[in-house]
């Protein structure tokens, strides 16, 4: 038999929870062979650990013979070391070796142990176990509180003190010099006071610290996007400064960046955004506080301004709902509104676009997106606008548009436009929209295919990824994490909308083992968030491409310098497509094409292990949508609908307000089955351009935070005032 790699397992903080005379019986040596969610599941998921024998790849001389005989695996407590569930190893595919990972395995299906605890597998014919992991309704509260905060950390004109931040990350507000980000000047008359803006706040997009409006979409859309979609596990009290405010401390997050966006649309005073704001040089500085470079932006540009229409508006619709945020959930919708006029009037109704507003002075991303990509952001805003508001013209971008924008049109509902895709099928419940345009964003043969295609949809029967989460070899590209994260999400949201609701359970199941694949059930057996031990991880990232956190500081890593990265980011990922200097990275099984580390220049570890809002964004959404229990509930129908002030042509509607388990943030007037008003806010308003004597029938329903539509109330009948 080919030698095994034995580790002992350090137990010195339990040691000190549970005192010097009760040790926890932890197995006497694990190995890094037995592969599971090392945070652990929730008691309802499927639970199947991967134990494997490599045979290709970095890690190829190593090798591994479990014990594959009758009931030889074993859950046992990690407090007491009882017995609680055996079973036999299932060989994937007889023994054959997986190409994507580069190994052989076999699978441990432990799924009927549901009881609440922490646990290791135990391998009782090779006497090795696992690392420590929990069953638990709360066993991830602990890691998305970490990814949430990974946005503060990232915030600019903000200083991270205690007791927001351990000490190790602390840092004084970044980009508060004279000439920074409070008096920014135009890339094109640098350093010249006339074209100073305050442009402070908002997070630093990635690695680099600079600030990118277009960039920020995908975020800002994902993180409302998950609110909506789980809010109870979002709560108050993830230790920001504005914990305990009353609002979900992912919305205060939020807030800081729409801030950002705000000043970003007022300084151009044309109601459209300028595209970025940072430094012309690639230098380094570390940390954040210490860098004393000028920064400067880039003006308005076409694709900025309808970013921040799709932004401003869908903030909006969530805002909306919260009594304490009516004033800011108003502005947000002015600005919307404001920003798509100017957007029409820019592009010349939205034919012409401007595509080459960034040339590359300030460093390092470029910021502009083509024709195609524009033409989705004023889709995306159209949707929100119309959701929030029921006015015609936004509904009818929106049909005139949806066929053209990816995925629809390319009949592949993929992981790389999943802003998009909630946006259309959200709509095809709004009222008022077209039943023909509705069932075709519902029914398109594109979603079942894509899925197919893209998450192996049949993989839990004919298993054709060892690790259980199929994603094709073409995905393992820069920010796979991401992708990976969204191809978790699209399970979900056949499963949110009802598509093919009868394999719903599975579509849950294949979002699920994505999420366990990001947290070890991978070929490195590494959590893909960094610095995660205090969360529970065995073996996290210890290092990530980051200006803050760069080679050679004391944050380098958690191996070798003295303070590690700050916790909770989520890092680029596997990349067949490396193009640095690493040998053999790129020509990895794809599953493996990774290294933990975060040198430059020629290495180019950001291809790989840089982190970036967006990448963030989808994963805290795919884990808080994992964790909550989507909101199926309506609201109830809005009551005591009455008229009064009734004129020739208008009439003052009050109404007492339905009732939702979340929160009702809106209301639909109609007429007979035509929408006369959306997003209704309140419980009164003055309704115009009704006909002269005429009568209307009218009813009302309430809209929760999911989208989800109350019965109608019981209807009104009003005639208004003769003509004269």
Known sequence: MNTMFLRPRACVGLLLLLGAGAAPAVPSATVPWIKVDQFGYQPAMQKVAVIVDPQAGFNAAEAFAPGTGSGQYQIRRWADDVVV???????????????????????????????????????????????????????????????????????LNHAKVAPYVDARWADAAAYERPGQDRSATSRWAKGQAATARDLSGGWMDAGDTNKYVTFAQSAVLQLLDAYRMSPAVFRDDFGIPESGNGLPDLLDELKWELDFLRRM?????????????????????????????????????????????????????????????????????????????????????????????????????????????QLESSVLAAIALYEATGKAEYRAHVEANYARVRPYSLWWWGPYWAPMQVALLRHAGQPGVSASVASNLRSQKS????????????????????????????????????????????????????????????YRRIAEQHLHWLHGANPMGLVMLSNMASAGAESSLSEIYHTWFAHGTVWDSTRTSARGPAPGYLAGGPNTTYTGSVAGLASQPPQKAYKDWNTGWPENSWEVTEPAIYYQ???????????????????????????????????????????DNVGVVGHDLYSGSTLLGGGLLGTSRLITGLSCNTSYTLTLRARDLAGQVSAASTALTLKTAACS
């Open 85 to 155: 569930h055996t079973g036999t190893l299932q060989p994937w595919k007889s023994g054959a070796t997986h190409a994507q990972s580069g190994d052989r395995g076999w699978h441990y299906d432990f799924s009927a142990l549901t009881a609440a605890g922490a646990y290791y597998i135990w391998d009782s014919a090779r006497q090795v176990g696992s690392g420590r992991f929990e069953i638990g309704s709360a066993v991830y509260a602990p890691v998305l509180r970490h990814a949430v905060r990974m946005f503060y950390h990232q915030r």
């Open 265 to 373: 649309q007022d300084a151009s005073g044309t109601h459209g955004l300028f595209l970025k704001v940072g430094v012309d040089n690639y230098t380094d500085i570390s940390p954040p506080s210490a860098d004393a470079r000028p920064r400067y932006y880039l003006p308005e540009c076409t694709s900025a301004t309808l970013a921040g229409a799709a932004m401003f508006g869908a903030a909006h619709v969530v805002y909306r709902g919260f009594a304490s945020q009516a004033a800011g959930a108003a502005d947000l919708l002015a600005r919307a509104e404001a920003a798509w006029a100017r957007a029409k009037l820019t592009t010349s109704g939205f034919t012409v676009f401007q595509t080459a507003c960034d040339d590359g002075d300030i460093k390092a991303g470029d910021a502009d997106v083509d024709a195609q990509g």
């Open 447 to 506: 979603w079942q295919s894509g899925v197919i295609s893209l998450t192996d949809f049949n993989g839990g029967t004919n298993g054709t990824d060892l690790y259980r989460a199929h994603l094709a070899d073409a995905e393992f590209n820069w920010g796979h994490n991401m992708t990976r994260s969204n191809a978790g999400l699209i399970n979900l949201d056949f499963e949110a909308f009802g598509i093919n609701s009868t394999s719903a359970a599975l």
């Open 617 to 659: 964004a989808a994963y805290v959404q795919l884990l808080a949508r994992l964790m909550g229990t989507a909101d199926t509930q309506a609201p109830t129908a809005p009551a005591r609908l009455t008229a009064s002030a009734i004129t020739r042509n208008s009439a003052t509607l009050s109404w007492s307000a339905g009732r």
